[in-house]
């Protein structure tokens, strides 16, 4: 995240520096000197959640859970986890503005937590900490980040491999080779600049098709994402042959979505660690954007990563697997460094909490071997840790594995009846088994375990329309839009629940309204306009979801589903030579979307 004002740096820090103890040394042959020693001031447990770094810790004396984001220039809470811990109120400077990819922010203030506390760092408790607070949600729903003002207190350690984020102490260091733990590794070094009030981003260059690019590093990331403007000046256009589409991505701050598409590059060179022949996510970001390409979390976990500010330089190794995770959009994967079933480089744990961090971690590298055998060390260290149970049950779910899963998720649910995210992962295998009795009691009960996130609906909503149940996801997708006519998400919540009554086929003039009223508050978003062409093609406005699927198409040239909708559009209106060309378009690029229209019940003819 960027922002527009600089406001000098809060008391609570030179508090919070001064409370933190070397808690332990760490040295090996890279940096064994006399003059030079690295202490740890803070080890911070890690859980990967669907590509998020997740970091634990209290205010007020309330547990709560925060993105560890390296993106962020401040540490921020949303506007209702700031009244969950009842923050006081503060002021910022008169036309403070938060900008991000997705647009920015102004209606922000100031929160001051009289206790904060990470799981982790030592010292205990900070007093009158502050808070940007703004926005009504972050990713995987936690409620806040934690940035670089904490992040970089000294220097920084991602070690997510192991489940580990370090703030380390660096003393006499200067000029040294920082990557303690290299062995025989090679390191990558890239020289960042100088972070400022007016610049707190760590900022690099690295070479692309032999184009000198902007890099930035945001564990706040779930993925790494270059601009379209720079695969441009690297020779690469979203209209060339090849090229994927991404979908639309949410933006964080801001409303606007941003579209995305795959795109093919022939070397990437990162300090010297060179990869070649590999597949990027471009994204259309706001010209305001300070980076060419930023390097997210499935960077960070395939690399083990040395933040050293005071050297101005960033170290790290490759810890094997993917460099860059596409899975979550298309199903081919970009090149990395080592074949895809090597065995990452980490350390090995000596307790179960340490395990359960770094099977999570194999986990969320779909490293499903060595995450299961983790979590079974961990079990056997730990047998009435219910997260254990938890982790493993989705370990075998994405390992094809659903009876075994069942059995982790009881036992979870045993040990912690109230676990939500066990009943929702329960709920959704059971309905994928086609048990909708069983799934509806878990999601209730997900329900009623959560009474305090009125989003939770919202998730229901999303489950049940994953699986095809529709009247059953708008009624969950109701709960919420009724009460959260100003909540940011709820552009997104309409699409969802036009898209549920789209592909249901019926309520279809309410599903036209919630797509119109998902564009008033994002407008050229592809997937509304893909939404709301399929509405129109089923009420028979011909003409109007050929302008739709148009307009998507123009954002998303590379859209199965927008172009055999076009298609179907077009066929009915008598225009074949059209529709021929655009299904066999929509058909090159996704072979069975012919079958997938007709699961919703349309094909060629009417």
């Known amino acids: 995240m960027i922002y527009r004002l600089h406001f000098a740096a809060p008391p609570w820090i030179g508090a919070l520096l001064t409370s933190l103890t070397v808690a332990a040394a760490l040295s090996s042959a890279p940096v064994r000197a006399a003059d030079c020693k690295l202490g740890v001031v803070a080890e911070l447990p890690v859980t990967m959640s669907a590509g998020h770094a997740v970091i634990k810790g209290s205010i007020n ?110 003393r006499g260091c200067a000029g040294r080779d920082l990557a303690y733990w290299r062995g025989s590794r090679d390191v990558a070094i890239i020289d960042v600049s100088r972070t400022t009030p007016a610049e707190p981003h760590i900022v690099g260059t690295a070479t692309l098709n032999g184009t000198k690019i902007r890099v930035i590093f945001d564990s706040g990331a779930q993925g790494s994402y270059l601009t379209k403007r720079a695969a441009e000046r690297a020779g690469v256009r979203v209209t060339d042959p090849g090229v994927e589409s991404g979908g639309g991505v949410g933006g964080g701050i801001g409303r606007r979505a941003v579209e995305t598409w795959i795109a093919s590059f022939k070397s990437l060179d990162l300090g010297g660690e060179q990869i070649n022949n590999i597949k990027l996510r471009v994204g259309d970001f706001d010209s305001r954007v300070n980076f060419d390409l930023l390097l997210g979390t499935d960077f960070l976990m395939s690399h083990r990563v040395y933040f050293a500010h005071e050297q101005h330089k960033v170290f790290f190794t490759y810890n094997g697997g993917r460099v860059f995770d596409l899975s979550r959009h298309s199903d081919s994967d970009s090149a990395s460094l080592a074949a895809d079933d090597a065995s990452p480089t980490s350390d090995t744990p000596t307790d179960a909490s340490g395990f359960l961090r770094r099977g999570v971690a194999f986990a969320a590298r779909r490293d499903y071997a060595h995450a299961l055998a983790d979590f079974d060390h961990a079990e056997e260290l730990d047998p009435t840790n219910a997260e254990i149970y938890y982790q493993r049950a989705l370990a075998r779910w994405w390992n094809r594995q659903a009876v075994l899963a069942m059995g982790d998720l009881d036992q979870a649910l045993r040990l912690s009846p109230g676990m939500v995210s066990a009943l929702m992962t329960r709920g959704d295998l059971r309905l994928a088994s086609n048990d909708e009795k069983g799934a509806a009691a878990d999601f209730a ?118 172009l055999y909708g076009l298609g179907l559009a077009q066929a009915r209106k008598g225009m074949a030579a059209e529709a021929d060309a655009s299904m066999k378009a929509a058909a090159e690029i996704h072979s069975t979307i012919a079958d997938d229209y007709k699961k919703i019940g349309l094909g060629r003819d009417p």
């Open 61 to 170: 004396g309330v547990d709560a859970e925060f993105l560890a984001d390296s993106g962020a220039f401040y540490s921020m809470l949303s506007k209702g986890s700031a009244e969950r811990f009842k923050l006081k109120r503060g002021t910022l400077p008169f036309g403070f503005t938060v900008v991000g990819v997705g647009g920015e922010e102004q209606n922000v203030y100031l929160g001051i937590a009289n206790d904060f506390d990470l799981v982790g760092l030592h010292g205990g408790p900070v007093h009158k900490v502050e808070f940007i607070v703004g926005g009504n949600a972050f990713a995987k729903d936690t409620s806040g980040v934690i940035g670089q003002n904490v992040l970089a207190l000294g220097d920084t350690e991602f070690d997510l491999a192991n489940g580990l984020i370090r703030l380390i102490r660096a």
């Open 445 to 562: 009960a997900a329900e009623h375990a959560a009474s305090g996130d009125a989003y939770q609906s919202v998730r229901v909503g999303s489950a049940y329309l994953h699986r095809e149940r529709y009247a059953l996801a708008i009624a969950a997708f109701n709960r919420w839009i009724e009460n959260n006519a100003k909540d940011d998400r709820l552009a997104d919540v309409l699409n969802q629940r036009c898209w549920a009554r789209a592909s249901w086929g019926k309520e279809l003039d309410l599903a036209l309204k919630d797509c119109e009223d998902s564009l008033r508050r994002k407008p050229k978003s592809s997937d509304v306009l893909d939404s709301r062409g399929l509405v129109k093609l089923r009420l028979g406005d011909l003409d109007g979801a050929i302008a739709d699927y148009g307009a998507a198409i123009a954002l998303q040239p590379k859209s199965a589903f927008s």
